[in-house]
């Protein structure tokens, strides 16, 4: 992939020629611990009588280093990894790949860091450190630099170690704990505490060479969740956080301390349904539909999809309906043609789904599970669908004293990741929030969701058929009857018919505020008189904000492009997912439709009945509340007064 006109090029020449330090690093060196301690005693010495302590990890380059001068009682990761196998005198293919990575993430941090060194200024001091020079009044700058460049060249080493290895992890999952000897005072003490304590994650947690890769990839994320918090705080990072490299060898890019991500999918193991096994739910069954193939116009070269450029892209979307109404199918359907029109065009599709199971007792730990979903999902080298199943179980409620740390946790993350500061809409992911009570769901998390997709299942008695013929299988001979099987689920018919029952309001409160603006000022047909209709509706519930109101020109610019990509082009890739991004914009421009006025009205209604029916059903339930602990404060005073009597 050729560099974007924001990377620069990190050479080759450059990487290389820190092998021979790498190799050093690797080889042995001195380290007593300063913040954590030894997890077990060494193993390195355990080996039988007459094998060798450790074999030698050697180049055949001219004047690389092939022998440490460290005392026996250091670090020596080579032994450590060609020890993972138990004893087994040659390398294997797992520890060489574990040894090359290494050293090869480790020359890429040495080369970042150096580059950090110069533009920053830092290369300068040192050498007038050296040379005796230095005068006291930079001595403060010199020592938040040399702090800075061991944050840079740390997170890059672990940031490249896990980029490199991922491909190569198994099946078998190590948990290491949290980093502790993260140390700071300069790059060459940060890799020594680092490597020390890999060192000893290693020695711990690998009994076989299954675990090694594992333990390796899981140190490295905790070690740049560790020094990304640290960096937040620290100073003089500019240079590294406003720069990207790109290393061409590896197809890596260096973003700041945002994780690479491996360019690889998620092996799918759910049952995919297909889209005539969905019945009822025609407005988000289409909407679904329609998203997985904007989905597909996403191109990695320009990083960024036409339809997010144009404004009819959906990032976010909450799907809520009844227990029982279809939203697991939903996912399945939606997941299922990503995945195809992936494996068609050969591009990496990454879905996950944040569970309750990310809610963790510990402080922090499920802000940072979250945080990892998020960057997994927005990596912007795949295809991503994330979902959030029973959201209103995994997010807190703000004020809600029933909602643990942990759930208010992960609605800080999903609200700043979904429209923060830092948001960044590149059009190659989408976020999925469901839940059977969104009414419980926090309201400004809520409104972070740019399109609501009414999951309502069979509504008609067509629905009913189909779905009961649907269900019964072929295995019996019970006639059919007077009907037409699916005809009622023709999507273009259906939805047409559901976006125009939304030229009027659905919801009782809604209906009465709609209707009251119609007769005061006639017919919505001009923008001032729907900007009236929003206001009285902002009067009507005070929670209708501005955001609500782009939330709902986003979803008439999704009206806009209301048209499917053709199948043939999910189909031939070469028809226009392979085109250019120009090209692409082109073609998705010309078959734009024109924006009316009943499509403003229709998402005005679609968008303000959801927000009633939470805020009836959310009243609702604390009215109910209320007169629960009313019965209860009325049947403890009659026990109390009948005691005291």
């Known amino acids: 992939m050729s560099l974007t006109s924001d990377q620069m090029e990190l050479r080759e020449e450059d990487i290389r020629k820190h092998y021979d330090a790498a190799v050093a690093l690797l080889d042995g060196f001195d380290h007593t611990p300063r913040i954590a301690k030894a997890k077990t005693a060494d193993r390195t010495q355990e080996r039988s009588p007459g094998i060798a302590g450790r074999r030698r990890f050697r180049s055949t380059t001219p004047g690389l280093v092939t022998r440490s001068t460290a005392r026996p009682e250091g670090v020596h990761l080579v032994a450590r990894v060609e020890g993972a196998d138990g004893g087994d005198p040659l390398v294997s293919p797992v520890q060489a790949n574990v040894l090359h990575g290494l050293r090869r993430a480790l020359a890429i941090a040495l080369a970042v860091g150096e580059t950090f ?12 450190n050296l040379a005796g020079s230095l005068g006291g009044d930079r001595k403060t700058e010199f020592s938040e630099l040399l702090s800075a ?8 080493f672990a940031n490249a170690t896990a980029f490199l290895l991922a491909p190569h992890i198994g099946e078998t999952p190590v948990e ?84 690479a991500r491996a360019v690889r999918g998620t092996a799918l193991t759910m049952t995919f349904k297909k889209p005539n096994e969905v019945v009822g739910n025609h407005i988000a069954k289409y909407q679904a539909m329609r998203l997985s193939k904007m989905l597909m116009a996403y191109d990695f070269d320009r990083k960024l999809n036409p339809f997010a450029d144009l404004g009819g892209f959906i990032f976010t979307f909450m799907g809520d309906g009844k227990p029982g109404t279809g939203k697991t199918t939903l996912i399945q359907m939606m997941a299922g043609l990503i995945n195809d029109y992936c494996q068609a065009a050969g591009y990496p599709f990454r879905y996950q789904n944040l569970s309750t ?54 609605t800080a993350v999903l609200m700043e990741s979904f ?35 009414l999951v309502d299942g069979p509504q008609t008695r067509e629905d009913y058929i189909d779905i009961l013929a649907l269900l019964m299988g072929k295995n019996h001979d019970i006639p059919l009857g007077d009907h037409d099987l699916f005809a009622a689920q023709a999507i273009q018919r259906a939805v047409a018919a559901s976006f125009e029952s939304h030229s009027r309001p659905h919801e009782a409160g809604l209906m009465n505020v709609f209707d009251r603006v119609h007769d005061q000022i006639g017919e919505l047909n001009t923008i001032a008189r729907l900007g009236i209709y929003l206001k009285a509706i902002q009067q009507a519930d005070e929670r209708f904000t501005g955001r609500a109101v782009k939330n709902i020109t986003d979803a008439v610019k999704v009206r806009a492009m209301d048209f499917e990509l053709p199948d043939e082009w999910m189909e031939a890739p070469e028809l226009f997912l392979f085109q250019s991004y120009e090209r692409k914009k082109d073609m998705i421009s010309a078959l ?44 403890a005073k009659r026990r109390y007064l009948k005691g005291d009597g």
Request: aromatic share 6%.
């Open 117 to 128: 060194s110069e533009a920053s200024g830092l290369g300068g001091l040192k050498r007038d």
């Open 176 to 259: 290491v704990g949290e980093v502790e000897e993260v140390l700071t005072d300069n790059a060459q003490v940060a890799l020594h505490g680092v490597l020390w304590e890999l060192d000893q994650d290693i020695a711990a947690h690998v009994s076989d060479e299954t675990r090694l890769v594992a333990c390796v990839c899981a140190f490295a994320e905790q070690v740049m969740e560790k020094l990304a918090l640290r960096a937040q705080s620290a100073g003089r990072l500019a240079g590294f956080t406003g720069a990207s490299w790109r290393i061409e060898a590896d197809d890596l890019t260096i973003n700041g301390f945002m994780p």
């Open 149 to 156: 460049e061991a944050l840079v060249v740390a997170h890059v």
């Open 419 to 453: 429209a923060g500061a830092n948001t960044v809409v590149r059009g190659n992911c989408t976020f999925g929030m469901f839940s059977n009570y969104p009414e419980n769901v926090d309201d400004a998390l809520r409104q972070r969701a740019g399109a609501r997709f």
């Open 592 to 635: 734009q439709v024109p924006i009316t006025v009943e499509m403003v009205i229709q998402e005005i209604n679609r968008y303000a009945d959801s927000e009633f029916r939470y805020a009836d059903k959310s009243d609702e339930a604390a009215i109910a509340d209320a007169v629960r602990d009313m019965r209860r404060m009325e049947e």
């Open 357 to 410: 199971d990310n809610i963790d007792s510990y402080q922090g730990k499920s802000g940072q599970n979250a945080k990892a979903f998020i960057n997994a999902i927005i990596d912007p080298m795949v295809i991503g669908f994330g979902t959030i199943d029973d959201i209103d179980q995994l997010a807190g409620k703000r004020g809600d004293r029933q909602s643990s740390a942990g759930q208010l946790e992960i």
